[in-house]
């Protein structure tokens, strides 16, 4: 079996997840909100982010304000950047699955630390 890998073996998948409120067009369609990131372990870079929302725009600007960043070093600065940047009704939910990703990838790399 061939495959070409699209990211580093030195890369990992960490999904963060949250709820949406009210009325939401993603609430309807995946019934929760949640960001899939591709972060470099060894310098939490985030190589890529797959976001649960309903227009390819949106995830692609979404993508847009993660991508390059450090996931855990760069939160001060992600968080002011969805807060002036993003207006959608999901802002909450980008944030709050953003900050669930961050604690995943510390328990996951901490474990890794511990095993070796």
Same mark, same amino acid.
């Given at each position: #079996?061939?495959?070409?890998?699209? $990211? ?13 409120? %009210?009325?939401?067009? @993603? ?8 960001? *899939?990131? @591709?972060?470099? /372990? ?8 797959? &976001?649960?929302?309903?227009?390819? *725009?949106?995830?692609?600007? @979404?993508? %847009? #304000?993660? +991508? %390059? ?9 992600? &968080? !002011?950047?969805?807060?002036?940047? $993003?207006? %959608?009704?999901?802002?909450? +939910? @980008?944030? !709050? !699955? $953003?900050?669930?990703?961050? /604690? /995943? ?12």
């Amino acid at each position: #079996m061939s495959h070409d890998a699209q $990211y580093p073996e030195n890369s990992i998948l960490v999904v963060g997840n949250s709820q949406t409120t %009210g009325f939401n067009p @993603i609430n309807q369609q995946f019934g929760a909100f949640f960001i *899939t990131f @591709i972060v470099v /372990k060894e310098t939490e870079e985030i190589l890529d982010c797959g &976001v649960s929302v309903t227009v390819k *725009t949106t995830e692609n600007f @979404i993508r %847009g #304000m993660f +991508a %390059g960043k450090r996931l855990v070093k760069d939160e001060e600065r992600i &968080v !002011a950047e969805v807060q002036s940047r $993003y207006f %959608g009704s999901s802002q909450k +939910a @980008i944030i !709050a !699955a $953003y900050r669930d990703a961050v /604690k /995943k990838f510390r328990e996951v790399t901490a474990a890794k630390k511990t095993v070796k």
